[in-house]
C-alpha cells in the first residue's frame, strides 16, 4: 500500500542519547517534512524539505538536523535529546511543496519519550 | 507570520446532532485544507477549498471558504460516532512553502 512509512512507532530515550527517526515514502513526492503535535501546541514544522538535495528550517528547528540524499528517505535526528523534545512527530510528503496547493500525506506517528 | 485560529477548541456532543467549526485569520490564503486525525493515526485530507465562497460538499460534512479567502467552516450534519476525532485546518499561500495549520477542534460523539 503506497504511503509513509515511520519507524519506530515508539520509543523511550535517556537524555543526552542520540536518535535518528526514519522516513520512507513510495509516491514519488517532492517534498517532504517533519512536524511534532504536542497538546495545546498543535502541529509545528521541525524541517521540511522541497526536493532531494534541500532542506529548510520550519518553525521549531533548534536540536533537530535531517537530511534528504534521495527523494523517498527523509530521517530525521536528535543529536542530543532533552525532555523537552518528548512529543508525538509526524513525517508528511506532498506531491509538490505546499505553497503550490498541494496536500498533505502524513505517517501514523512516532511517539518518543526523553527521560 | 501567518496564524489560523479554530474554534470551538473542544466539542462534545450526541449522535444526531449538528455542528459548526470555525476556522479564522487575519491573512489571505490562497486555498485552505481540512484534515481529520484519529487517535493513534495521522491527519487524513478531507477537502481542499480553493475559491473565495466556495462551498463543498462530503456526505453529511460541508465545507465552506469565505468569500475574502480569510475565513472557513465545517458542518457535520447527524454527527455519528465514527465522527469523531481532530478536526485540523491549513492554509496555503504560494508565498510559502509550507502550511500553515491551526490548532485544531476536538469533536467526541457519543452514542
Known amino acids: 500500500i503506497a504511503g509513509i512509512t515511520q519507524a519506530p512507532t515508539s520509543q523511550i530515550l535517556a537524555a543526552g542519547r542520540r536518535m535518528t527517526l526514519r522516513c520512507t515514502q513510495d509516491m514519488r513526492h517532492n517534498a517532504m517534512y517533519w512536524y511534532r503535535q504536542d ?53 508528511a510528503s506532498s506531491a509538490q511543496p505546499t505553497g503550490v496547493n498541494s496536500p498533505l500525506h502524513f505517517g501514523n506517528g512516532t511517539r518518543l519519550t526523553v527521560t | ?75 457535520i450534519t447527524a454527527a455519528q460516532p465514527g465522527d469523531t476525532g481532530l478536526y485540523l485546518c491549513a492554509g496555503a499561500n504560494s508565498g510559502y512553502s509550507t502550511l500553515t495549520f491551526g490548532k485544531g477542534t476536538m469533536l467526541l460523539v457519543s452514542p
Open chain 1, 39 to 91: 497538546l495545546g501546541l498543535g502541529l509545528r514544522l521541525i524541517h521540511y524539505s522541497n526536493t532531494a538535495g534541500t532542506t529548510g528550517k520550519g518553525e521549531v528547528p533548534d536540536g533537530y538536523s535531517v537530511s534528504r540524499a534521495n527523494t523517498d528517505d527523509f530521517p530525521l535526528t536528535l543529536a542530543s535529546a532533552v525532555p523537552s523534545q518528548t512529543s508525538v512527530y509526524f513525517c
Open chain 2, 1 to 75: 507570520t501567518q496564524l489560523l485560529e479554530q474554534s470551538p477548541q473542544f466539542l462534545s456532543i450526541q449522535e444526531g446532532e449538528n455542528l459548526t467549526v470555525y476556522c479564522n485569520s487575519s491573512s489571505v490564503f490562497s486555498s485552505l485544507q481540512w484534515y481529520r486525525q484519529e487517535p493513534g493515526e495521522g491527519p487524513v485530507l478531507l477537502v481542499t477549498v480553493v475559491t473565495g465562497g466556495e462551498v463543498k460538499k462530503l456526505k453529511r460534512l460541508t465545507f465552506q471558504f469565505g468569500d475574502a479567502r480569510k475565513d472557513s467552516s465545517l458542518h
